[in-house]
């Protein structure tokens, strides 16, 4: 069963493990650099991700048991890693890019090792089946990511770009509850908690942004929507409608948008991908009451608040 | 001539016939797991004040029993994950995710035995039992064995019941609680052989 208190003391612990990073790194007498202030926030997000996580004893297991874990223990540390040395400011653009493109296309094939679906097992995918899936997963991720990281080096506002990530991993980790798998939506949390307290962090400590949230952010989202749809069982359709929303921030290009203030640009962002993440979770509300509704007895209780609302109309005649 | 084709013909016979005959005396008796009069079955604790009942309908098996030295038996069962029925769509849907049996990463539940002796009214079997990705060894005690002939067929029948811990084998323990953390597990199966 889900565990609220739980996952407010996880969320807390993210928070608060990514806040005092940021803090930490903004009491330093000197002024960062590009990169120790890239480093730091790559610190801040770790920290918080291993706190968060530790009070959902998410993964804990070595070797990994299954998708979960993978992402967990192979796939953020990775995307962290990657994002520290692609910090380096000497360190040649191109070369960050490689590998954090090799990362995105890495990242299907790791999360569903050993499963039915590479394995050979019925109800797995023919050899063909396995690279086009694999290919066209693992396409998505770099695209995101190149567009993104785009976006954020040519707007004012990146803050807003995290936080635009952070409420689709919020969505995403909904959503995946919703639809059963209430462990892996939970892993969402301390996620979102981590990215939007650096994002926000950074943002009113160093009055910077750090390219570094946005990449652990497109890992993260991307990890747990595919864990969810290949593991879990949202369907495709939410998984890419979750996936793609961030895009929406680029709608602030636009001529009439673009030179108004970062406030009211980062706003909108928000708003804008708020809306599709807002209809896939009422989408994903009205299928588990129709599906789990009975089970948790919850059809029952809708039926009776309607017949004593009837019953009360019907007095008032 | 005549006297060395008989011997030689005579040999041949006799010999088949110990070789026939030694083959039915110190060969196991290969089994092959009959779905259709068989079932393995499980119920668990709900809200601790009742009982949730399911079977698993893909099973497949086979066992071998050396009637003459039981510690030679050998016994084998898979079970496909994915074929959980509870009598509910959604809780079947719910059931295979990984929560709890998580299907798509480890589709069959598995039994395979290491050790057999024979007790009264059947045999007492330990071997490995994998399930979730987690192998324990556990030791059943198989009621039954007795052998029938039914239309040309050699049918042979075993029942058995375990009690195993979700927990034992990594389930996630916050999902324990709702249901049960134990289960018990019911396998009424039939091995035929021609």
Known sequence: MPDPLLYLESMGAAAIASALCVLAMAAWRRPAGTTRFNAACVLAMCLGIVAGNSVLSLGMTWPPANGLDRLMTVVIPAALAIELIAGIQRLPSAVAWFLRLGLAAATPRILLHGSVYLNGASGGWSAGEAVITLAAWSTLPGVLWVLLHWLSQRSCSGVSISLALALAIQSAGLTIMLAGYIKGGAAAIPLTATIATTAIGAGLAASRFAPAIVGVGVVNLFGVLFVGRFFGQISTGSALAILLAPLLCWATEIRQLRSRSPRLVGTLRLILVAIPLVVVLAVAKREFDRKMGPLLGISHSILNSSLSWTLSITRRA | ?194
């Open chain 2, 1 to 194: 001539m005549r006297n060395c084709l008989r011997v030689s013909i005579q040999s041949l016979l006799v010999g088949a016939f110990f070789c026939a005959a030694g083959q039915s005396l110190f060969a196991a008796d290969e089994y092959t797991y009959d779905s259709v009069h068989s079932s393995v079955s499980f119920k668990a604790r709900h809200l601790d004040i009742s009982w949730i009942h399911g079977r698993f309908n893909e099973v497949e098996g086979k066992f071998s029993i050396d009637r003459q030295d039981p510690s030679k038996s050998t016994f084998q069962l898979k079970i496909k994950a994915e074929s959980v029925d509870t009598a509910n769509k959604a809780r079947d849907e719910h059931l295979r995710q990984p929560d709890y049996f998580d299907t798509k990463q480890f589709p069959t539940i598995e039994f395979k035995s290491t050790s057999t002796k024979a007790i009264t009214g059947g045999y007492e079997v330990t071997g490995d039992f994998t399930m979730h990705g987690k192998t324990k060894k556990i030791t059943l005690v198989l009621k039954g064995g007795k052998e029938i002939d039914f239309r040309g067929k050699k049918i042979v029948g075993f029942s058995t019941e375990i009690a195993l811990k979700r927990s034992d084998f990594d389930f996630d323990k916050s999902q324990i609680g709702l249901i049960g953390d134990e289960a018990l597990i019911y396998i009424d199966c039939e091995g035929s052989r021609m």
